[in-house]
């Protein structure tokens, strides 16, 4: 037992456990690290509580399933995605399962430092849900009708050109719509506008976009 916070890095490739754990300790943090998803699952009843660094694709059981099954035990370690193929919609799916973030292989330690800090921020604050849903909705109150629509696509995971043929406009004006998104929300990254996103409860299901007139 210690009192460094923990942190659990999964992933298959020794490599990358190597270097998390490095990075971590040399940081201040205490590390425990797991060849395999499986057997995280066999040991967690037991193991002490900390923020989770989990790989998307491994063999046997891959990390969205993971996640999964976590979720399903009612552990409530806050979890981290790391990708090394870039894909939103599998981070989409992650962040909708309750993943502080989303990080790409090979990972930035800054951003890496930051997303870590928020997990333990999370578990700190453990802040109520009703509050999280009022102050998502006041944020995204700046967005015009269409921004929430480009929002809301994004937030199904869908790419732009889905999202441009949804709305009968260009995908250069959804990129455009995304980067004032990103802009009114202060959002660095495209997992703080999510993050956003998710807590006013966007992203649910697959109902069709209302006809809005205009770009």
């Not at 699952?41 to 998307?56: F, N, Q, S, T």
């Not at 990103?182 to 956003?196: E, G, N, T, V």
Request: with cysteine.
């Amino acid at each position: 037992m210690t009192d460094k916070p923990l942190v659990h890095v999964i992933d298959d490739e020794e490599s990358v456990r190597r270097g998390a754990k490095f990075f971590l300790t040399t940081t201040g943090y205490t590390v425990r690290t797991w060849s395999s998803g499986i057997a995280f699952l066999k040991e967690v009843r037991h193991a002490e509580p900390g923020c989770v660094l989990l790989d998307i694709r491994m063999p046997e059981m891959d990390g969205l399933e993971v996640q999964q099954r976590l979720n399903a035990r009612g552990v409530t370690m806050p979890v981290i995605v790391l990708t090394g193929h870039g894909d939103v919609s599998v981070a989409v799916k992650a962040m909708k399962a309750g993943a502080v973030d989303f990080l790409e292989k090979p990972f930035d330690t800054d951003a890496l430092q930051d997303a870590i800090d928020r997990a333990f921020a999370r578990i700190a604050a453990g802040k109520d849900h009703s509050a999280r849903v009022a102050e998502a909705g006041v944020v995204l109150g700046v967005l015009s009708c269409r921004e929430r629509e480009v929002l809301e696509g994004l937030a199904r995971g869908l790419p732009n050109k889905t999202i441009a043929f949804d709305l009968g406009i260009s995908s250069r004006t959804v990129e455009v719509h995304r980067a004032n998104i990103m802009a009114k929300l202060h959002a660095k990254s495209l997992s703080d506008a999510l993050r956003i996103a998710f807590a006013a409860g966007m992203g649910q299901g697959r109902a069709a976009f209302p006809a809005v007139s205009g770009q």
